[in-house]
């Protein structure tokens, strides 16, 4: 089994786009509302999946849990 990752994002730098949501919806929901996305309760993804969407977001704001 591979490394689960968890991951944050700042919503200070989130812009809104939902392309996190997009690409892993079982771990990300985005707020309308807010404009903000956010990381579901416990949610976590494999190293492979988590390093892709922490490059595919176009602001930032997602980071690996330390």
Request: net charge negative; charged share 30%.
């Amino acid at each position: 089994m591979s490394e689960q990752i968890r991951l944050v994002v700042d919503a200070d730098v989130c812009v809104g786009i939902g392309q996190c949501e997009m690409l892993e919806p079982e771990v990300f929901e985005y707020d309308e509302d807010a404009g903000l996305a956010s990381v579901r309760d416990d949610a976590t993804l494999p190293r492979d999946r988590a390093d892709a969407v922490v490059k595919a977001c176009p602001s930032g704001a997602i980071k690996i849990a330390e």
